[in-house]
């Protein structure tokens, strides 16, 4: 397991050796493509995005005053990326029709009932994350995913403290009703 | 109570679980790698490109000033360079066959054109050098 921090890193690259970015790419991917995917909601897309963003950041390394980490500094170029490609090409409206009516979907993709409910669970956030804004979805993302505080999602967005809050309890509330919904559905179903 | 505080009575929370996040696809490092390569490839070709865009007006520049010389140096005037130059013409001239293109074409060419017949000899002759080194320095250096 490799300890050297980021910053380590950053000299490193700075100081010519770009073959060391290797090491911030292995150790962000997986939060960096998680943020992309969670707010276009594909996972073509989600890679491409992701890349891109790491290549951004790579050609503005030198840009980067350490002010932040390196992390918040990646998730603001990802959270950027994602949002303009996302607002360029909006997506069709889904109905809650699309959405299977529960767990017994998912069991031939799952090992028991446990997990087929788990997956169910996950279907249903990424559809309901699908209806609200592609800024929803991100904030949703860094504080449920990332398990970010408000100041440091504003970090990451510039959007400010209070309108984060705001933001994230009009979008919790859209996400609940879906999830409601979609819940009743199920009952009805197994009526 | 405040909208943090509800946070902790969310019902997104049962439905969320941050340790199933996405993970990035298989050989998603390499693949970021890779394009940073190619890019840093591009980058250096383009700079040295830069330079060889920089030949033509080195070249464009000396005929200029072999032009204004010859127009505005007097042929009378008496230097140390000129005889020799001059020498250097007429032993070129000795080696070449006897052509009167002039007589051939019946032409009256003016005396600056030998000149720059020289000089775009010899620009060629530079030309072909610096193409030859800065070619094989750009294959050396994306092989390497």
């Known amino acids: ?191 | 109570m405040n909208n943090q505080e509800k946070y902790e009575e969310d019902l997104l929370k049962k439905y969320i679980n941050p340790e199933r996040i996405e993970m990035a696809p298989q050989g998603f490092t390499s693949k970021v790698m890779e394009r940073i390569q190619l890019e840093s490839v591009h980058e250096k070709v383009g700079e040295r490109s830069g330079k060889k865009s920089f030949v033509p007006v080195v070249s464009a520049a000396v005929t200029v000033i072999l032009l204004a010389a010859a127009i505005l140096i007097p042929g009378s005037q008496t230097d140390s360079l000129t005889p020799a130059v001059l020498k250097l013409i007429n032993n070129i001239k000795s080696l070449l066959p006897e052509l009167s293109i002039s007589s051939m074409f019946r032409l009256t060419l003016p005396s600056v054109m030998m000149y720059v017949f020289v000089g775009g000899l010899v620009l060629t002759i530079f030309d072909r050098a610096l193409y030859g080194i800065f070619h094989r320095e750009d294959k050396s250096k994306v092989k390497s």
């Not at chain 1, 790419?25 to 989600?46: M, P, T």
């Not at chain 1, 959405?99 to 279907?123: C, L, M, V």
């Open chain 1, 1 to 191: 397991m490799d300890h050297k921090s980021d910053i380590y890193y950053i000299e490193q690259i700075l100081c010519g050796d770009s073959n060391v970015f290797s090491h911030l790419v292995d150790r962000h991917k997986n939060k960096a493509y998680n943020l992309a995917f969670r707010i276009c909601g594909n996972h073509e897309e989600a890679e491409e995005l992701t890349q891109d963003s790491f290549l951004k950041a790579y050609r503005s390394l030198k840009s980067f005053k350490m002010k932040s980490s390196f992390a918040t500094w990646l998730y603001r170029i990802v959270y950027n990326t994602t949002i303009s490609h996302v607002r360029v090409k909006k997506k069709g409206i889904l109905s809650l029709e699309d959405f299977p009516a529960d767990a017994t979907d998912f069991i031939g993709t799952s090992t028991s009932e446990e997990e087929a409910e788990k997956e169910y669970r996950a279907s249903l956030v990424n559809f309901a994350l699908q209806k609200i804004t592609e800024e929803e979805r991100g904030l949703i993302s860094l504080y449920y995913y990332d398990d970010m505080n408000t100041d440091e999602i504003s970090e990451v967005t510039g959007i400010t403290k209070s309108n984060i809050k705001v933001k994230l309890y009009r979008a919790r509330q859209k996400m609940q009703e879906i999830i409601e919904k979609a819940e009743k559905k199920k009952l009805i179903y197994h009526e």
